[in-house]
């Protein structure tokens, strides 16, 4: 099974061939002494670039392949690297005319024909081209094949085939900058005409020019907005270089799943992620602070104000929005000059291609499957077809994609996260997108906390609600997600009906533990919790069945487990117990445990694995424990219904906890006849009081039975919580 850090080091190697930096194409361009004039202003898709943007950074190249004296390069990026900024710092490096795809009419001779309409036609530019002595930069061209259709978009490639070959010079004269599926129909255009070309890929910042462009990103800001924090480099250099290392190191760590991380050498790594402009453009923003130094000194971590995973699903909001903004302005606006009177108005216009359409049709494409229902519904029917084909161009040059394959773990791990539980999806899909274990990233599990619809009827923190069958997924990403295994936790506490995946992080601040774990009510539970290759760091307590492993499989149990169930099953054909360093043995409690085939059993010391219950298979009888449990499974996996109960209380200003006596009866309670019991129990104990309105929790009377509040709801059934409940239900 691939990690992490695999998949990233794969993505890395891919660019292991680089040209070296864009400023080699600039020297093998004509630089022009004198820049052209520009005689009709009103020729708004031809330019002169000045100036390079601010603090523009230069980015690296990947050769990808090409003739050795080519007459045209083929730039290609996915969205939002930066070919824009690139095109324009050619321009202005160069002084030659910078043409935008996206505003031209795209066709036959268009090129030459704008050339003629901006710099006039007593302009000998063009000759000066076929002579290599000038040249010219195209940008945008997919958007502009979006806007002309392939037919068109052909003819155009003719004539930039004639301008930039028909000379006797062997000198490159024409860059084209485009996405990645637009730049496939050009380079075999270039290549089934014999134009000699090179193409190559915009690469990701090296870590170098990542802090440059943080720099030139801030001052930009603090240009704007001088009296916020933005000045920060320039004020604090020290402190600043020190605060943006930590962040960028917070960050790789989290990608790569490990503590040990070094911006020097594992940039490569991480580069498709920590090197893309949007993603530090985001960054630069928690990199403004009043106190650079007091953020260092104190090693007070990124996700202790924001959550990493908050950081991320911001950073993909923008570029989804910025996507949409781009496609009103080169579709929409064209579409509605086509709308029939008779149709009246598109009225939500402005709605189309949003965020939510994108994922979807996103996800659609990296599923390979198909929308069952059209977006936008508002659009009108006589628009329908143009829309579908314009969106279909857009989605296939889309940034979060390369190909059909996502450009980076955290934009997979949002498209399977959408398509796990996302209401929107399940019926906007004509199939359901399989989830698989091996597929989901570090980042799946928070993403999909933050999708999931929230019980309606829930009192107290909403907690999100998913099917059984992604708990495996779930605990995955939440394992692959650790930066220190031995720190990890989840608990998975079911009784009934109900289920709750608690995952977490064990540390010696308390709030950050808060802030770090995330909890899930489980649907459609089945009677029998299956866990397929490894359980590790984690309590299961359940009233039902549990079952270990695939047939003729091996299944890896530990460290520190503790699983407590009815009935077990044991499917694998060998069990491996860890042990792990300085942790404690696994226990397994159960009223009956089968052995479904021929299992055996690996461990270091008979004393890694402690089994209570009855056993009479060979292998698993030299664990099994003598002493019995202090208590039973039932009331063990009744956890849940405690929990429910006293996780409803809040602190009010001076009172006792309290909650409203019908929000409790009628959304906890309900026809539980557990939560029944407990309550009446608790009240029977004067652990809870009824007062008029409102039930209150007596928290002295609580810690007389060796236990708090805390204890109870944090997530975790320790030996002191599941004895209280033991002498709960002693209660007549």
Not at 485 to 505: C, E
Request: glycine content about 6%; some cysteine; proline content about 5%.
């Amino acid at each position: 099974m691939l990690g992490t850090a695999d998949i990233l080091h794969m993505h890395a190697e891919k660019r292991a061939e680089a040209m070296g930096n864009l400023r080699e194409i600039a020297n093998t361009l004509p630089a022009l002494v004198e820049r052209p004039r520009i005689a009709d202003s009103t020729v708004h898709a031809l330019s002169l670039v000045d100036d390079a943007p601010d603090g523009y950074v230069w980015p690296n190249l990947d050769n990808m392949h090409g003739d050795d004296h080519p007459r045209v390069y083929v730039v290609i990026a996915a969205g939002a690297v930066g070919k824009s900024a690139a095109a324009a710092a050619l321009s202005a490096e160069l002084g030659l005319p910078l043409v935008d795809a996206a505003k031209a009419q795209v066709g036959s001779y268009s090129l030459s024909g704008l050339l003629h309409d901006a710099l006039g036609f007593e302009s000998n530019y063009m000759a000066e081209i076929a002579a290599g002595r000038a040249g010219v930069i195209v940008d945008a061209l997919d958007e502009g094949h979006l806007r002309a259709g392939t037919s068109n978009f052909q003819e155009f490639l003719e004539n930039v085939r004639k301008l930039a070959g028909g000379g006797a010079h062997q000198r490159a004269t024409t860059v084209l900058f485009s996405r990645p599926d637009t730049a496939e129909i050009v380079g075999l255009f270039l290549t089934e005409s014999n134009t000699p070309h090179s193409v190559m890929r915009l690469d990701f910042f090296t870590y170098e020019q990542a802090c440059a462009f943080l720099n030139a990103r801030l001052a930009e800001l603090n240009r704007g907005y001088p009296e916020r924090d933005y000045g920060i480099a320039e004020k604090h250099p020290v402190a600043y270089g020190k605060l943006r290392d930590l962040r960028l190191t917070e960050i790789a760590q989290a990608l790569l799943s490990r503590t040990n991380v070094s911006l020097a050498t594992d940039w490569p790594e991480v580069a498709e992620f920590l090197g893309y402009a949007p993603v530090l453009a985001v960054l630069a923003e928690y990199l403004a602070v009043p106190n650079p130094h007091s953020e260092v000194s104190t090693s007070k971590p990124l996700n202790q104000t924001v959550n990493p995973h908050e950081v991320l699903l911001q950073i993909v909001d923008e570029l989804l929005s910025r996507e949409q903004a781009k496609f009103g302005n080169q579709v929409v606006h064209k579409l509605l000059a086509q709308l029939p009177a008779d149709d009246g108005e598109w009225a939500q216009a402005s709605e189309a291609y949003s965020p939510q359409e994108q994922s979807l049709r996103l996800l659609a494409r990296y599923s390979d499957t198909e929308l069952a229902v059209p977006y936008p519904a508002t659009l009108p029917a006589s628009l329908r077809q143009q829309y579908e084909r314009d969106a279909s161009q857009f989605i296939a040059d889309h940034p979060f994609l390369a190909g059909a394959e996502a450009v980076n773990v955290v934009f997979s791990d949002f498209l399977l996260a959408k398509a796990a539980v996302d209401e929107l999806c399940q019926v906007a899909l004509k199939s359901t997108v399989n989830i698989s274990n091996d597929a989901v990233g570090p980042f799946f599990y928070r993403f999909a906390a933050s999708f999931a619809p929230s019980d309606p009827d829930g009192v107290g923190p909403k907690v999100p609600v998913v099917q059984e069958r992604l708990l495996g997924a779930l605990l995955e990403s939440h394992t692959r997600a650790q930066l220190d295994p031995a720190k990890a936790l989840f608990v998975y506490a079911q009784t009934r009906d109900t289920a709750i995946p608690l995952f977490t992080t064990l540390d010696s601040d308390i709030r950050l533990t808060e802030r770090r774990a995330v909890e899930f009510t489980i649907t459609g539970v089945s009677g029998v919790t299956t866990f397929q290759k490894r359980l590790s760091r984690g309590v299961v307590v359940t009233d039902a069945g549990v079952s270990l492993g695939e047939r003729s499989q091996r299944f890896v149990l530990g460290p520190a487990v503790t699983l407590t169930c009815a009935e077990l099953d044991i499917e694998a054909a060998h069990l491996s117990v860890d042990a792990g360093e300085r942790s404690s043995p696994s226990a397994i409690r159960a009223q009956h445990i089968r052995v479904l085939g021929n299992l055996s059993v690996e461990t270091r010391s008979h004393n890694h694995l402690a089994i209570f219950g009855k056993v009479n298979w060979p292998a698993l009888r030299p664990y099994v424990r003598d002493s019995t449990p202090m208590y039973d499974v039932v009331p063990g996996a009744s956890y849940v219904d405690l929990r429910a109960i006293m996780r409803s209380f809040r602190q009010q200003a001076g009172a006792s906890p309290s909650v409203f006596k019908e929000l409790l009866d009628q959304r906890v309670v309900k026809d539980s006849d557990g939560r029944r019991d407990f309550l009446r129990q608790l009240i029977t104990l004067g652990i809870v009081q009824e007062k008029a309105t409102h039930y209150y929790l007596n928290t002295t009377e609580l810690t007389k039975y060796g236990v708090n509040w805390h204890a109870i709801v944090d997530g975790t059934p320790s030996d002191a919580v599941l004895s209280f409940i033991v002498q709960l239900r002693a209660v007549q």
